[in-house]
């Protein structure tokens, strides 16, 4: 339920509702931002015409579905800090394109640190790589773990590099976040919503993956979970959707990236890794992305693709990549108004 109060609500209505959610026995939520004032919590309907009655209640909405993410909520574009000096979303052309890049797995400190090294000397400033992988298959490498986490926090005090990396499950969200500059949550849990709510209260920004048959509604809705659990800073991320036709892994919803723009303030990333699942199709598609208005993107890229771990068939090589960079930039400035 969420309960929309009037701009020149005081204090003591502010308290009324909040104590009448509390007889109730639920713990409400404010969420506050200029000229805006709302409290949220999940209670019995039956308690919206009471609250309706409430000395500085402006509207009482029973059943919603996203608010928080939504563009009536918050009309301006959101700018997330990532990390030192990182930024990314805010108005078109306000911050660099976020270039989110690395392994589909951390494999060993040598393959992540020349892969940091081509990340960094093309100029992004994300290395991704998982530690811990959600396989669709239980024979297939599940990633180093623990490990993974320390070689990425080697690479990044090395190179400066900010640090993406799945959080899986609920345990291992802490230990992800002691590491990570952002936590991903990857297609797969897109609807976890334990881990959702985890992740949100460890403080990180977090990189939502639309699950792969996930509307754009049900992918609004779950970074709703993390944004009403009092973590504004979520990017969230068109990874392919499963479609009928096994010549590509996913089809990439390029529609998805100006859709999502539309109704959410939230910034939004494309990653044509996944959603294509060929290396050939990926720098056409990240293309595709950022025309589209991709305020970033993830790409996998390996400096051995054909003897990767997992995800070699769509990861580019470290070469490939700076290629793909150097394109990117053109089209950046070309999309930049004179
Ligand atoms: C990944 O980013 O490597 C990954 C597993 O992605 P997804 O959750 O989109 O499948
Ligand atoms: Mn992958």
Request: charged share 20%; with cysteine; glycine share 10%.
């Amino acid at each position: 339920m969420l309960v929309v109060m009037d701009p020149n609500a005081t204090s003591d209505d502010l308290k009324r509702v909040s104590a009448a959610f509390e007889a109730e026995g639920s713990a409400p939520r404010t969420h506050r931002k200029p000229g805006h004032l709302a409290l949220s919590a999940d209670a019995d309907p039956g308690l919206a015409a009471q609250l309706a009655t409430l000395p500085g209640v402006a509207e009482v909405q029973p059943a919603v579905s996203y608010v928080l993410s939504s563009k009536t909520w918050h009309p301006e574009r959101s700018t997330i800090r990532l990390g030192e000096g990182v930024t990314i979303g805010g108005p078109p052309g306000a911050t660099e394109l976020a270039v989110i890049a690395g392994p589909c797995a951390v494999e060993s400190e040598s393959q992540l640190m020349r892969t940091a090294e081509a990340v960094a000397a093309s100029g992004a400033r994300l290395l991704r790589g998982g530690a811990f992988k959600p396989r669709s298959s239980p024979y297939a490498f599940q990633g180093l773990g623990p490990g993974a986490l320390k070689l990425l926090a080697r690479v990044k005090s090395a190179t400066g590099l900010l640090v993406v990396t799945e959080a899986m499950d609920e345990a291992n969200v802490g230990p992800v976040a002691e590491i990570a500059d952002v936590i991903q949550i990857g297609s797969r849990n897109m609807g976890n919503v334990a881990l959702l709510k985890r992740a949100a209260r460890c403080g990180k920004p977090i990189l939502l993956k639309r699950g792969m048959a996930a509307t754009i509604e049900e992918l609004l809705l779950a970074a709703e979970y993390i944004l009403a659990e009092g973590n504004p800073d979520v990017v969230l991320c068109e990874r392919g959707i499963r479609g009928f036709d096994s010549a590509t892994r996913n089809v990439m919803d390029i529609a998805a990236i100006p859709l999502l723009q539309l109704e959410s303030h939230l910034p939004v990333v494309g990653d044509p890794s996944h959603g294509t699942g060929r290396r050939a199709l990926v720098p056409a598609m990240a293309k595709a992305a950022v025309a589209a208005g991709a305020d970033g993107l993830l790409i996998e890229i390996h400096p051995d693709p054909d003897h990767a771990l997992s995800d070699g068939p769509q990861s580019l090589t470290l070469e490939g990549f700076a290629d793909l960079m150097h394109e990117l930039n053109a089209l950046r400035s070309a999309m930049t108004p004179a």
